[in-house]
């Protein structure tokens, strides 16, 4: 399902990137690439998202998190 | 003494500044690229028998074309040849920003790694061999602790080592037999077709670029066939293993990375940042993250012109005083003109420019405290969902903050932004956010027209006016011209720290210089070619000489026969309707310029007509305009077409001179239309 449907303090991992290469390698570059996991640390709804991806903090574009398809993981992680 | 260039890179928050202070010390200028991230510093250190020069590229994730920044960093890899490239990796996060080195080795430049602040990283339970990692990997590393300026001993041996004894293989990811063998049949094409190329980069480094369909590469290799080549190769790769060759490529990038990683980076506990969450829970709260936001914006803005009150009065004081001394000192009689022009034209001109430099650097201050300490990441996050109703992104507010200061930096720092619509879309509005020149309007007008219970309205009124303004054409660009689909929006939220004095520093001075240089440039060009244009010509002696005539008459007739006069007074048939009378015509052409000269054109267009001791330029506006004016020409000069030096540098932003021309006519359509409606509709109630 899209990123943008899990909710704060889930941890997710990343399946596959629905878009064009440009974000895929902009992600990739930043670390976030498919099996990566993390977790949804804000949704705000309909704003922006905020993810720490291995300690590292960063904000989505609502545009960006609808293109993230995610698998959500046990919430023991939370 | 040997010279050598050792390049700087990075990623983005990943302490690369610091380590360049600590190799620089304080000796450093900034270079070609001033703007928020886009600029390329150099600073030189002797060591032996070395004159090291160090450049601080722009940090970044990866080299490919995607970003002005990655560009810039690239493009000066490829033109400039440093001896040696020294890539910061952030201990905390490894296997990122090795992704960027794997990159740097595949250009073939000779590499040090550095480990910063591994020791915070290994306190939090990352344990490193570094030893066994700089063999896997084959580049030599170093540890260090930037901001305690540990390690810089053993960073300048293994530069030296490198460039004693340049290494003669530099390792690469391997992209996989299939990607591969498309490389090697691309690369003795491109060598024989691009000699001059491929003399400047590896050949293989081309080759896979070609099959990444970079866009800059792109340009550089036109050739028919060998394009047709690579489509080819990208279409068997594609069939073959169902993506695209540049992502297959990144999944091997970060498989060499973590079979590196494997057995020299351990984690023994999971990195948190505890002090940086905390912070976020509060600040990027839904509901408190806005209204702490607007407070802090308050803060700024009260510190800004509190504080700035006093050196602005002791920097009044002083041109006072030059201007006076100029006046008393001068030799009776010799030049009267030189005089003139010295005391009124250039000191009077510039100082009411400089006045404002208080102003300019404490606003600076205030914005790299907050770049600095990293709040302005989230306030990009906290405005992001209201910057998205107008049409852009969050990161969009940090230009448009730096315009409340000076449009120049503020067009310059819209680098940041990938989106060119977005990006054409903040220029294009950045000079509705009033900057400090405006403010000199403001503060000139305000005092004089309103009384003190009503002056910080005023100002919240007009400063609010140019904000809604600026929404509104935003949203008008991003529904006609620039309609188009956002590219997404991905942005790093580096953990809250502790900036340096010094850094903050530096950076408010790389900003305020710009400002400095259009005080000391521009409008000091302008303010002698308006002293000449108010000079000049000269009615004929008969004319004046008359006896009957008072001084003040005769200065008046002399500045109806000049240049500027004949202007002014030409314009008075199409700016009466505004309300506006000839010697505000003459002084808004002088606005044109830069909108501070308004305030010195006034003083000149004053102290020309009669004995401006007697009387203060605020006494005297009052005495000859009404409010209703005085708020005309207020929201003219803030809408109105942004001052020359603005306008060029949209033209060198955008590359286009008709962005720069719609900014131009387009400012001033609106700007003509809305003051004419406010005065007519206003002359009718009062």
Redesign the interface.
């Known amino acids: 399902m899209p990123l943008t449907q899990i909710k704060e303090g889930r941890t997710v991992r990343l399946v596959s990137i629905e878009s064009g290469y440009g974000l895929k390698n902009r992600l990739a570059s930043m670390g976030v690439r498919p099996q990566t996991e993390f977790t949804v640390i804000n949704n705000h709804h309909p704003g922006p998202f905020m993810i720490t991806v291995k300690g590292c903090k960063m904000m989505l574009g609502r545009g960006v998190a609808d293109k993230l398809m995610v698998l959500q993981l046990n919430s023991e992680n939370q | 003494m040997k010279k050598i260039n050792v390049a700087l890179a990075g990623n983005p928050n990943s302490g690369k500044s610091t380590i360049f202070n600590m190799l620089t010390g304080g000796r450093q200028k900034v270079g070609n690229y001033p703007g928020v991230t886009v600029e390329i510093k150099e600073g030189k250190a002797r060591r032996d028998d070395y004159e090291i020069n160090f450049i601080d590229l722009p940090g970044t994730?990866?080299l490919?074309a995607?970003t002005l920044e990655e560009r810039v960093a690239r493009d000066f890899i490829i033109n400039k040849h440093p001896d040696v490239v020294v890539d910061i990796i952030d201990a905390?996060?490894v296997?990122?920003s090795l992704?960027?080195a794997t990159q740097l080795m595949e250009m073939q430049v000779p590499l040090v790694l550095v480990f910063n602040m591994s020791d915070i990283a290994q306190r939090r339970g990352l344990l490193f061999d570094l030893e066994q990692l700089s063999k896997l990997l084959e580049v030599p590393i170093v540890s260090t602790t930037g901001n305690k300026g540990l390690g810089k001993q053993q960073l300048f041996e293994a530069i030296k080592k490198i460039v004693e004894e340049p290494p003669q293989h530099i390792r690469q990811a391997n992209f996989g037999t299939e990607i591969e063998q498309y490389i090697e049949q691309l690369k003795p094409k491109i060598e024989q077709k691009y000699p001059e190329l491929t003399a400047k980069c590896p050949s293989r480094w081309l080759a896979a670029k070609m099959l990444e369909q970079d866009e800059e590469i792109l340009k550089k290799i036109t050739d028919p066939q060998i394009n047709q080549q690579a489509q080819t190769a990208i279409q068997k790769i594609k069939g073959l293993l169902g993506e695209?060759p540049?992502?297959i490529m990144?999944?091997h990038r970060?498989g060499f990375i973590s079979g590196a990683c494997q057995e020299t980076v351990k984690t023994t506990a999971?990195?948190?940042?505890e002090f940086?969450?905390t912070i976020?829970a509060v600040v990027?709260n839904?509901y408190l993250g806005l209204p702490i936001f607007i407070g802090l914006m308050y803060l700024v803005f009260e510190l800004v012109f509190r504080l700035g009150e006093y050196p602005m009065d002791w920097l009044e004081g002083f041109f006072g005083f030059l201007g006076a001394g100029v006046e008393n000192l001068w030799p009776e009689g010799s030049m009267p003109w030189l005089k003139s022009l010295v005391s009124e034209g250039i000191i009077g001109g510039v100082g009411e420019v400089i006045v404002f430099l208080p102003n300019i650097l404490l606003l600076f201050l205030a914005i790299a405290m907050l770049e600095g300490t990293g709040y302005m990441?989230r306030a990009?996050?906290v405005m992001?969902?209201l910057m998205?109703k107008i049409g852009l992104?969050?990161k969009s507010f940090i230009p448009m903050l730096i315009g409340f200061g000076c449009s120049i930096p503020a067009i310059m720092g819209t680098r940041i932004l990938e989106d060119r619509r977005n990006r054409l879309t903040t220029i294009m509005v950045i000079p509705l956010m009033s900057c400090f020149a405006k403010f000199t309007v403001y503060a000139l007008l305000i005092p004089a027209f309103f009384p003190v219970q009503w002056r910080g309205t005023m100002f919240w009124v007009i400063y609010l006016i140019g904000i809604l303004l600026g929404i509104l054409s935003a949203r008008i660009l991003r529904s006609t011209v620039l309609k188009g689909e956002?590219?997404?929006?991905?942005?790093?939220?580096?953990?809250y720290r502790m900036p340096t004095a010094k850094a903050m520093l530096m950076q408010m001075w790389t900003r305020a210089w710009l400002y400095i240089k259009k005080a000391g440039t521009i409008i000091l060009a302008i303010s002698i070619l308006l002293w000449v244009g108010m000079n000049f010509p000269r009615p004929d002696i008969e004319h004046t000489s008359s006896p009957q005539l008072t001084q003040q008459q005769i200065k008046q007739l002399e500045l109806e026969h000049s240049v500027v006069g004949r202007i002014g007074g030409a314009m008075e048939p199409a700016i009466k309707p505004l309300g506006f009378d000839r010697n505000i015509g003459i002084a808004m052409i002088g606005a044109l310029a830069a909108k501070e000269v308004f305030v010195s054109q006034m003083a000149i267009v004053y102290a020309v007509e009669e004995d401006a001791k007697e009387m203060s330029l605020r006494e005297q506006l009052r005495r000859d305009y009404s409010p209703l004016v005085g708020f005309a020409i207020m929201l003219f000069c803030l809408i109105s077409a942004p001052c020359i030096a603005t306008i060029a540098v949209t033209k060198h932003e955008t590359n286009s001179w008709r962005w720069a021309g719609l900014q131009f006519f387009g400012l001033t359509a609106m700007a003509y239309v809305i003051t004419l409606l406010f005065y007519q509709i206003g002359s009718l109630f009062i």
């Open positions: 994730y990866s490919t995607y905390s996060n296997e990122r992704y960027l695209m540049e992502m990144a999944d970060y999971e990195l948190r940042h940086s969450d976020d990027t839904r990441a990009a996050f992001d969902k998205h992104h969050g956002d590219i997404p929006f991905v942005m790093e939220l580096p953990p």
